[in-house]
C-alpha cells in the first residue's frame, strides 16, 4: 500500500468532485427517473426484481472467477437445483398454496431459504472438491471443460427425479397482498424479493470487507501464492467461496420459485448465461459490478417488453453488452489487469 503523507488541518485542501464524478451521479438517477417515467412503477419494480434475481447469480460467478479465475458455467445449474430444493422442502411440509397468516409465512421463508441455502452451499464445496480443485494447476480449458460437464450432470440427475417438464413450486406469498406507490398497485411479494436480494448484497460485502475470511479472499485473488506464503489457507478461502457463491444462487432459487411458480431441468442455463453476461457486464471479479449488471439487464428486458420488443430482449441485453465491452473491455467497474505469472 501506497503511504499518504500526513498533513495538517489547516493546510489540508477540502476535496474536490470534478464533472466527471458530478456526471457518475447524476447520469444513473436521470436514467432511473427516465425509466420510471417510460415503464410506470409496476414494471419498474418488475424489472428491479427481475435482475435482483440475476445479481445473486452472477455475484457467484464473480467470485469464483475473482479467485481462480475460472468461468464456472454449471453456476446457472445450481440456480435451477436450488428451486428444485426450494419446491422439494415446501412439498414436503405440505404448502400447496397462500399463508395468508404473517407469522408462519415468515418462519416457513427463512426455513426455506436456510435450507436451500445450506443444501446447495453443501453441494457447491462438493463439487469443488471433487471437480476442480485436482484441476487447479491444469491448463484453463480442462476446468472450463470440467464446468460444462458438471452442468450436464446437475441438469441430468434433477431431470431424473423430476422428469423433463415444468412442475410446479408452492406460491406461499399472497399474490394479493399489494402496497399502493404512485397510484399503482405493486406486489408486496416484488417488495420482498428485492428487500432480500439487496440485504444478501449488503451482507456479502460486508463479510468481504470488515471480515478475517473476506480478507483471505481478497489476498488470494489479488496473488494466490502470496496469500499461501503469508499464512492464507487457500483451499479452505476457496471452499468458502464456492460454499457463499452457491448458497446465494439458492437463495435466487427460492426467489425465482416464489415469483413464478415453476421449475424446469433446463431452467440454468438461460438464467446463468445472463447472470454471466451480467457479470461480465459490470465487471467480472467486482462484486458491485456484477450485481450492477444484474440489475442493468433486468431493466434492458423490461424495457424491450414495454417497447413491444419483447422477443429482441436477448439480443438487446448482448448487443448493450458488446458495446459496453468496446469501449470498457473490463466492464463498467471492473480493472484491467496483465496476466498474472
Not at 489540508?12 to 417510460?38: Q, S
Not at 463439487?127 to 460437464?149: C, D, M, Q, S, V
Not at 417438464?165 to 404512485?182: C, G, H, L, M, R
Not at 489479488?222 to 467461496?241: E, S
Request: hydrophobic content about 55%; charged content about 10%.
Amino acid at each position: 500500500m501506497t503511504a499518504v503523507p500526513a498533513t495538517s488541518d489547516a493546510g489540508r485542501a477540502a476535496p474536490r468532485v470534478g464533472l466527471g464524478g458530478v456526471l457518475r451521479i447524476l447520469v444513473p438517477i436521470a436514467l432511473l427517473v427516465a425509466a420510471w417515467l417510460y415503464m410506470g412503477p409496476e414494471q419498474f419494480v418488475n424489472a428491479l426484481t427481475r435482475g435482483a434475481i440475476y445479481a445473486l447469480i452472477a455475484l457467484g460467478y464473480t467470485m469464483v472467477y475473482g479467485i481462480i479465475e475460472l468461468i464456472n458455467f454449471a453456476h446457472g445449474d445450481m440456480f435451477m437445483v436450488g428451486a428444485f430444493v426450494s419446491l422439494s422442502f415446501l412439498t414436503f411440509l405440505g404448502f400447496t398454496g397462500a399463508i395468508t397468516d404473517i407469522g408462519l409465512l415468515a418462519v416457513v421463508l427463512f426455513a426455506t431459504f436456510v435450507v436451500s441455502m445450506g443444501v446447495m452451499g453443501v453441494i457447491g464445496v462438493i463439487i469443488e472438491r471433487f471437480a476442480y480443485k485436482p484441476l487447479r494447476r491444469a491448463p484453463r480449458l480442462a476446468p472450463l471443460i470440467t464446468a460444462i460437464g458438471v452442468s450436464f450432470i446437475l441438469q441430468n440427475v434433477v431431470q431424473l427425479f423430476y422428469g423433463p417438464y415444468q412442475t410446479n413450486s408452492p406460491k406461499i406469498f399472497p399474490d394479493t397482498w399489494f402496497v399502493e406507490i404512485a397510484g399503482a398497485k405493486i406486489p408486496v411479494l416484488s417488495l420482498f424479493i428485492i428487500a432480500v436480494a439487496v440485504s444478501l448484497m449488503i451482507g456479502l460485502q460486508l463479510f468481504i470487507g470488515r471480515t478475517r475470511l473476506g480478507r483471505s479472499m481478497r489476498a488470494t485473488a489479488a496473488d494466490r501464492d502470496a496469500a499461501a506464503l503469508m499464512g492464507v489457507n487457500i483451499n479452505r478461502t476457496i471452499a468458502i467461496v464456492f460454499l457463499i457463491g452457491s448458497a446465494l444462487a439458492g437463495a435466487a432459487g427460492v426467489v425465482n420459485g416464489l415469483q413464478y411458480g415453476v421449475a424446469t431441468f433446463n431452467d440454468g442455463f438461460q438464467a446463468g448465461l445472463k447472470a454471466f453476461t451480467a457479470a461480465v457486464l459490470g465487471g467480472i471479479g467486482n462484486t458491485i459490478g456484477a450485481a450492477l449488471g444484474g440489475f442493468i439487464i433486468g431493466f434492458i428486458e423490461v424495457i424491450a417488453v414495454v417497447a413491444g420488443y419483447g422477443r429482441w430482449g436477448p439480443a438487446i441485453v448482448f448487443g448493450t453488452l458488446v458495446i459496453v465491452l468496446v469501449f470498457r473491455p473490463a466492464g463498467l467497474l471492473g480493472t484491467q489487469l496483465g496476466e498474472r505469472a
